[in-house]
Nanobody, 127 residues
Framework: QVEQVESGGGVVQTGGSLRLSCIGS???????????AGWFRQAPGKEREFVAA????????KYADSVAGRFTISRDTENQTVFLQMDSLRPEDTATYYC?????????????????WGQGTQVTVSS
C-alpha cells in the first residue's frame, strides 16, 4: 500500500531551485497529523541519509550539515503534506528524495521512521 506520494523533482542546473511535496495517506497521513516529519535522500551507490525534519508544531526544524542554509522544510498538517524547498542546488544534491514520519525530529535524524518508504522523487543537478 502506497502511503505517500513524493513529487516536485526534476533536472536543474547548479544554483537552481526545486520545491518537493509529499502527501501522506493512510497510516502515514495520520502520522503527518500527529508526529514529526522529515525528508531523506539516497544517491546511487550510497546509503539513505537524513536531510531535514520538522516537529508537529513546526517550530523545531533540523537539517543535515550539507543542506543547512540552502533547504527549508515546512508542513501543512491539516492537509497531511510536507514540503522541502531546495535552493542553491549543487551536483552533490543529486539523489532520490523520500519523505516519512517519526516520533521526534531526533529520531528522524537517526532514520527511525514510522512508515514504509515510498517511490521517492528524483532530483538531478547538472554542473
Amino acid at each position: 500500500q502506497v502511503e505517500q506520494v513524493e513529487s516536485g523533482g526534476g533536472v536543474v542546473q547548479t544554483g537552481g531551485s526545486l520545491r518537493l511535496s509529499c502527501i501522506g495517506s493512510g497510516r502515514l497521513g495520520r502520522y503527518f497529523r500527529s508526529a514529526a516529519a522529515g525528508w531523506f535522500r539516497q544517491a546511487p551507490g550510497k546509503e539513505r541519509e537524513f536531510v531535514a525534519a520538522i516537529n508537529l508544531r513546526g517550530d523545531v526544524v533540523k537539517y543535515a550539515d550539507s543542506v543547512a542554509g540552502r533547504f527549508t522544510i515546512s508542513r501543512d498538517t491539516e492537509n497531511q503534506t510536507v514540503f522541502l524547498q531546495m535552493d542553491s542546488l549543487r551536483p552533490e544534491d543529486t539523489a532520490t528524495y523520500y519523505c516519512n514520519a517519526g516520533a521526534s525530529t531526533g529520531r528522524l535524524m537517526a532514520l527511525a521512521v514510522l512508515a514504509s518508504w515510498g517511490q521517492g522523487t528524483q532530483v538531478t543537478v547538472s554542473s
